[in-house]
Nanobody
Framework: VQLVESGGGSVQPGGSLRLSCAGS????????MGWFRQTPGNQHEWMSS???????VYADSVKGRFTISKDIAKNILYLQMSSLQPEDTAMYYC???????????????WGQGTQVTVSS
C-alpha cells in the first residue's frame, strides 16, 4: 500500500487549497480513509474521515471549512480546505485503515505528508 499526498503550499489567510492523496497497491475504496495534520512537537491531529460507504465526519475545528471526498475510479482522496487561517499551518497526512477510527495510532498506512503554510 502506498499513499502519496500533494497539493500543499503557501496561502494567505482566507485562502483555499485542495490536497490530494493518491493510493496504490490496494483495491480502491477498500479502506477507511482519514486526513490528519501535525505541527512540530505535537501528535497527529485528526481532521476528517470518509468511510467506504462515503459517509464523512469532521473535527469541530474544520467543520464547515474543510470537505473530504474521494474519486474511487482514480483511487484518490481529497481534502478541500477553505477559509484557511494561520493556525491551519501544519504538515497534512492522509492515512488508511481497515476500520473506522479517529485515533491516529491505529491507522495502518500513512503517506509522507504535504506542508500547508498559511501566512500573510
Amino acid at each position: 500500500v502506498q499513499l502519496v499526498e500533494s497539493g500543499g503550499g503557501s496561502v494567505q489567510p482566507g485562502g483555499s487549497l485542495r490536497l490530494s492523496c493518491a493510493g496504490s497497491g490496494f483495491i480502491p475504496n477498500s479502506y477507511y480513509m482519514g486526513w490528519f495534520r501535525q505541527t512540530p512537537g505535537n501528535q497527529h491531529e485528526w481532521m476528517s474521515s470518509i468511510d467506504i460507504d462515503g459517509s464523512t465526519v469532521y473535527a469541530d475545528s474544520v467543520k464547515g471549512r474543510f470537505t473530504i471526498s474521494k474519486d474511487i475510479a482514480k483511487n484518490i482522496l481529497y481534502l478541500q480546505m477553505s477559509s484557511l487561517q494561520p493556525e491551519d499551518t501544519a504538515m497534512y497526512y492522509c492515512a488508511a485503515n481497515p476500520w473506522p477510527s479517529q485515533n491516529p495510532r491505529v491507522y495502518k498506512f500513512w503517506g509522507q505528508g504535504t506542508q500547508v503554510t498559511v501566512s500573510s
